[in-house]
C-alpha cells in the first residue's frame, strides 16, 4: 500500500483572502460561489476563521464526496470546533467504527416496519399545514417547510405538542444551528454564545422527553 505526507501533496487553485480571517461572510455567497466555480472549476480552496478548505460545487463533486467521501475524508476533522461542541459525539462528528456502531443502533428507527408506526402522525402534522396554508393564502414556502418537517421530527422524537411547544424548540434549533459557522465568542449577546444557551436548554428538554418516554413506553 502506497502512503505519502499530506502536507506534500497539491492543494486546488484558489484565494485564500485575508490573513486568519479568510473570506467569511463570503463563503455563504452564492454569487461569490459562483465566480470561484466559474474561474477555478467544482474544486477550489480558500480560507475561513484561520482554517485553509477546500470547497466542493456542482453535482459530481458532492456525489465524490457524499458517496465515497469516507475512504478519503474525516468528517470529524473537517468540522470546526464550534460545530463539535455544539452537536457533540453525534453521527455528524464521528469516522470509521464509532460510525458505524451508532448509526447500526440509530437505523432500525428508520427501517420500514417502523416507518410504518409514524404515519398517522405525519398525517396529522400534514392535514394542519395544508389547512393553515389554504387559509393564508400566500406564505413563504422555505421558512413554512422548514417548520412542517421539524414539528414532525420533534413530534416523532421528542412527543412535542404542536403549537407554541414546537415553535419554541425549532426557535431554539434554529439559533443552535446558527453558532455552527462563527466566532467562538461565548458572551451571551454573541451568535456563539446564544446557540451554547439554545444548546442547553435543547437537552434539558431531550432529557425530560427521554424520561417521560420510558415512563409511557410507545411504538
Do not use: C
Not at 502512503?3 to 452564492?30: H, T, Y
Not at 451568535?191 to 411504538?219: F, H, Q, S, V
Request: zero cysteines; a neutral charge.
Amino acid at each position: 500500500m502506497a502512503s505519502a505526507d499530506i502536507s506534500q501533496k497539491p492543494l486546488p487553485p484558489g484565494e485564500m483572502g485575508l490573513p486568519w480571517l479568510g473570506v467569511p461572510p463570503r463563503l455563504l455567497d452564492n454569487e461569490y460561489l459562483q465566480e470561484q466555480y466559474a474561474k477555478y472549476g467544482p474544486i477550489f480552496k480558500t480560507r475561513t476563521l484561520g482554517r485553509d478548505i477546500a470547497v466542493f460545487l456542482g453535482p459530481e463533486a458532492n456525489r465524490f464526496l457524499l458517496q465515497g467521501g469516507s475512504k478519503y475524508f474525516s468528517w470529524r476533522d473537517g468540522w470546526p470546533g464550534t460545530f463539535k461542541e455544539l452537536l457533540g459525539e453525534s453521527l455528524f462528528v464521528q469516522d470509521g467504527e464509532d460510525h458505524r456502531i451508532k448509526r447500526r443502533l440509530i437505523m432500525p428507527a428508520f427501517h420500514r416496519e417502523s416507518l410504518h408506526y409514524y404515519l398517522s402522525t405525519m398525517e396529522d402534522v400534514a392535514l394542519r399545514y395544508l389547512e393553515k396554508w389554504e387559509q393564508n393564502g400566500q406564505f413563504g414556502w422555505l421558512h413554512q417547510f422548514k417548520q412542517f418537517t421539524f414539528e414532525i421530527a420533534s413530534t416523532l422524537l421528542t412527543g412535542s405538542a404542536p403549537g407554541d411547544e414546537t415553535e419554541h424548540l425549532s426557535q431554539l434549533f434554529n439559533t443552535l444551528t446558527a453558532g455552527f459557522i462563527t466566532v467562538p465568542i461565548r458572551a451571551s449577546w454573541a451568535p456563539y454564545g446564544k446557540a451554547l444557551a439554545a444548546r442547553a436548554e435543547l437537552l434539558r428538554y431531550i432529557d425530560r422527553a427521554i424520561e417521560n418516554r420510558r415512563k409511557n413506553p410507545t411504538n
